[in-house]
């Protein structure tokens, strides 16, 4: 599985939009982009995914470039509750003998702040 | 919703202890799966399993073993508990998806202190 680069923390005020950027420079062109996100004290949740196509769901948008190297998650509205540990985590998709496992890198460690 | 359950919260047991750790999952999910949580080190998986009584190694299998007797269970043994396996543990569960991607479903963790 490719490698990801994540900033170490960030901080986002209440209400403002949140991106989080994620490199992925070695990205093969079977692998998903994948964010997961941990709130304290609490397991990892799945946020979103996506291959090539820029993606958005209920809690987030996704964007790809179109190399492929890079993603940025965006929060469109953060509050106080996005404060967690955000994951960028890239891997191949169903199949193969891998089984879904994910490898979870540092993350980035966002402070959304009133 | 989803529900991935661990049996403890908190846990607190002695060296050399044989300790059980059990998650039960409630969506007939295929693969399971044990990861620890470190300061510093991120998630790291122990085991998986992608289906009954079968296992693979995960990355840091050493001092533990797994059993899945039953699809909806799956259980972390520590055959003699140490004190490096002091950590968050965390239970995981997915489904493929008909060749498309796998979003797994966290259980709230047990954070075990050996002594």
């Known amino acids: 599985d490719a490698k990801t680069t994540q900033p170490t923390s960030m901080d986002c005020a209440e209400g403002r939009a949140a991106n989080l950027p994620c490199n992925h420079s070695t990205i093969s062109g079977n692998e998903y982009v994948y964010w997961y996100r941990q709130i304290h004290s609490q397991g990892p949740q799945y946020i979103i995914h996506?291959?090539?196509n820029n993606e958005t769901n209920e809690m987030a948008s996704l964007i790809i470039t179109e190399d492929r190297k890079s993603s940025t998650l965006i929060l469109p509205h953060a509050t106080l509750r996005d404060t967690a540990v955000y994951y960028c985590i890239v891997r191949v998709g169903a199949g193969g003998t891998s089984y879904g496992k994910l490898t979870f890198g540092q993350g980035t460690i966002l402070t959304v702040h009133p | 919703d989803v529900k991935v359950t661990q049996s403890s919260r908190y846990l607190v047991k002695r060296t050399g202890e044989k300790v059980f750790l059990e998650c039960v999952q409630d969506?007939?999910?295929?693969?399971m799966f044990w990861y620890r949580q470190d300061p510093g080190l991120g998630l790291r998986l122990i085991y998986f399993?992608?289906?009954?009584?079968?296992?693979e190694k995960g990355d840091i299998p050493e001092g533990y073993s797994v059993s899945r007797e039953k699809k909806e269970r799956f259980s972390l043994i520590l055959e003699s508990a140490s004190t490096n396996q002091t950590s968050m543990y965390l239970c995981?569960?997915?489904?493929?998806?008909?060749?498309?991607?796998?979003?797994?479903?966290f259980g709230p963790g047990t954070r075990l202190t050996v002594t």
């Open positions: 996506g291959l090539k």
């Open positions: 995981a569960s997915s489904q493929p998806s008909g060749g498309l991607s796998y979003e797994q479903y």
């Open positions: 399993s992608y289906d009954v009584k079968m296992k």
């Open positions: 969506m007939d999910h295929e693969n």
